[in-house]
């Protein structure tokens, strides 16, 4: 059930004397949308070009499909779509040739196909128009119609939201999704914008300096650890006072009258009977540990976001 | 194989660059003739006076194949900056365009996709020879007529008309030689960088840097003439010498391609160990 589809074993990059990616191992399984996770200049890209055979690794191994890529490079090829960084396409023709020009790369795609995909990425009634005419957020769109175009069982996008405006984000956001649970292509999303992640995936990566920091569920890791949890009571000082007397808890903060307060989630009932029993009227307790939290926490505050 | 052919054709021909070439020969080739007609009699009289103490002159030695003949002497050095432009373009403007990015990623190999491209731009000098060609000829014929070949090389000399389709059939060849030369040459250039200029302007330099030692009489340069292409870029010339030496003409046109081989072969080698990281 859980059939591994990507696999990097020992994956290794080095430009000059600068590992851009060291001893990478990370694993996809069918049916995930994962999260490949890092600050600006971590080794995401690099990785991504190497799943692509962009870039030949300076050392290591990746498997896609059970299959070494270096070894069965058009085989494997075959199965997966992608869209490296900004999504670039010969500008001077129309978005219907460009996608027939990919298709003939995979051996030929019928025009009905090609209508298809522009349908999902709602770009059927401009598929006559030259790519230059498109904004930013079209473009985007016809790179992830470009990664469906051989109809694949992977699909890899490189910061697919990047430079796009709310609403833009919201609809790739929301396209990765539908691919995912409505025709069963297993994600790999790169992204330094940590709610993306939390938002669309369930299993991540996080990567800096070139290395693994950790990889697995990602509310697993979110639940995993200490949390910072948000408490509204009255009266505000007495409450202050027992949270900070409790041992389980490490550190509280004062956030306009709101208590902030660091413990792990297992705890959260103790503390909600300590200020309960000493008659303190227990508005709210909010347990939050987001993304961000958990990644400047992993990358020890290098990250640029 | 063929229809991403078709296809990378098609692109290259929506690229408003491709028709520099077209145009530059459509404005250029008619000027010449115009000029040639203006001053074509005087021209040729000119080059025949010592001749005409001796000989009757028979017919229209002004004619279609003489402006031929005299377009080739005078294009054949500024046709290979008009090749360069798309050649140089090839690779490196898919960097440019950051478009290397969905063509190398896909279940093709980078020798095929080279191949293609080289196919393509092979095409594309061969269409650009063929319309210099009809338009010289074509035009010629229609504004100047026919009549025998006056060739004013080291001698002059009068070809037969019945021999001149054949002379310039094998002209044309060896001239396109030359300039698949030329375009294999950018290619490879176009290979190792991510903007088009380079690969022009560096071809540009090597072709002017091999004609002034392969022209130059010294004898500093003899031993390096043999290895330098722009040696054999007169194959065409050869056409039109009487007796034709088949032998130096088939050695040449086959240097000639041996070089076209020779360029491909590396473009191969370095560019299926390329990063892309444009």
């Known amino acids: 059930m859980f059939e591994p589809i990507l696999q990097t074993h020992n994956l290794s990059k080095r430009f000059k004397k600068r590992f851009a990616v060291s001893e990478l191992n990370i694993e996809v399984v069918r049916g995930d949308v994962f999260g490949f996770l890092g600050p600006n200049g971590a080794g995401k890209s690099t990785t991504i070009r190497m799943l692509l055979s962009l870039i030949n690794p300076t050392s290591g191994k990746i498997e896609l499909f059970g299959k070494n890529l270096h070894k069965h490079r058009s085989e494997v090829l075959k199965r997966i779509g992608g869209l490296v960084e900004k999504p670039d396409f010969y500008e001077h023709i129309s978005a219907y040739d460009n996608l027939k020009f990919i298709g003939s790369l995979f051996g030929g795609v019928p025009q009905s196909r090609i209508e298809k995909i522009l349908e999902i990425v709602k770009l059927l009634d401009r598929m006559n128009d030259k790519v230059k005419t498109y904004s930013h957020g079209m473009k985007q769109r016809l790179g992830i119609a470009q990664a469906l175009i051989g109809n694949p069982e992977l699909i890899i996008l490189d910061e697919p939201t990047s430079g796009l405006d709310p609403q833009g984000m919201k609809e790739v956001r929301e396209l990765i999704r539908t691919l995912s649970s409505d025709h069963n292509i297993t994600i790999f999303l790169s992204?330094?914008?940590?709610?993306?992640?939390?938002?669309?995936?369930?299993?991540?990566?996080?990567?800096?300096n070139g290395s693994l920091v950790i990889q697995g569920n990602v509310q697993e890791l979110l639940n995993s650890g200490e949390h910072r949890v948000q408490i509204k009571a009255e009266p505000y000082e007495k409450a202050e006072q027992i949270l900070k007397s409790l041992p389980f808890v490490k550190k509280t903060e004062n956030r306009n009258n709101v208590i902030v307060v660091y413990t792990p989630l297992d705890n959260i009932p103790a503390?909600?009977?300590?200020?309960?029993?000493?008659?303190?009227?227990?508005?709210?307790?909010?347990?939050?540990?987001?993304?961000e939290d958990y990644f400047l926490e992993m990358t020890e505050g290098t990250s640029d976001v | 194989m063929f229809k991403i052919f078709v296809l990378e054709s098609h692109k290259i021909f929506k690229k408003w660059r491709t028709y520099i070439g077209f145009i530059t020969l459509a404005v250029v080739i008619p000027l010449m003739i115009l000029a040639f007609k203006l001053e074509g009699g005087n021209f040729v009289n000119n080059a025949t006076r010592n001749l005409q103490r001796d000989f009757i002159f028979v017919g229209n030695l002004f004619n279609a194949w003489f402006?031929?003949?005299?377009?080739?002497?005078?294009?054949?050095?500024?046709?290979?900056?008009?090749?360069?432009?798309?050649?140089?373009?090839?690779?490196?403007?898919?960097?440019?365009?950051?478009?290397?990015?969905?063509?190398?990623?896909?279940?093709?190999?980078?020798?095929?996709?080279?191949?293609?491209?080289?196919?393509?731009i092979i095409f594309y000098?061969?269409?650009?020879?063929?319309?210099?060609?009809?338009?010289?000829?074509?035009?010629?014929?229609?504004?100047?007529?026919?009549?025998?070949?006056?060739?004013?090389?080291?001698?002059?000399?009068?070809?037969?008309?019945?021999?001149?389709?054949?002379?310039?059939?094998?002209?044309?060849?060896?001239?396109?030689?030359?300039?698949?030369v030329v375009a294999s040459l950018a290619f490879f250039f176009s290979s190792f960088v991510e903007n088009a200029i380079g690969p022009i302007i560096g071809t540009m330099s090597v072709l002017i840097i091999f004609l002034i030692i392969s022209e130059m009489p010294v004898e500093f340069f003899e031993p390096v003439k043999p290895y330098l292409f722009t040696s054999y870029f007169s194959v065409w010339r050869k056409a039109f010498e009487d007796p034709v030496n088949w032998n130096q003409i088939i050695n040449w046109i086959t240097y000639l391609i041996a070089y076209c081989v020779g360029l491909f072969m590396y473009t191969v080698i370095y560019f299926r160990r390329k990063d892309i990281l444009s």
């Open chain 1, 191 to 208: 992204s330094h914008l940590l709610y993306e992640i939390e938002l669309v995936s369930n299993r991540m990566a996080i990567i800096n």
């Open chain 1, 271 to 291: 503390l909600n009977n300590s200020l309960v029993e000493n008659s303190v009227s227990v508005s709210a307790i909010i347990p939050r540990r987001s993304l």
């Open chain 2, 67 to 120: 402006i031929a003949h005299l377009v080739m002497n005078s294009l054949f050095v500024h046709i290979p900056f008009l090749i360069t432009l798309v050649a140089g373009d090839m690779l490196a403007g898919e960097a440019t365009a950051g478009t290397y990015r969905i063509l190398l990623s896909r279940p093709i190999s980078r020798t095929k996709i080279l191949l293609i491209k080289y196919f393509t």
């Open chain 2, 125 to 180: 000098t061969t269409i650009l020879v063929g319309v210099l060609a009809v338009l010289s000829i074509g035009l010629g014929l229609i504004f100047c007529g026919d009549g025998d070949l006056l060739v004013m090389d080291r001698e002059l000399l009068i070809l037969p008309g019945n021999e001149i389709w054949w002379r310039f059939a094998i002209a044309y060849i060896g001239a396109l030689c030359g300039m698949w």
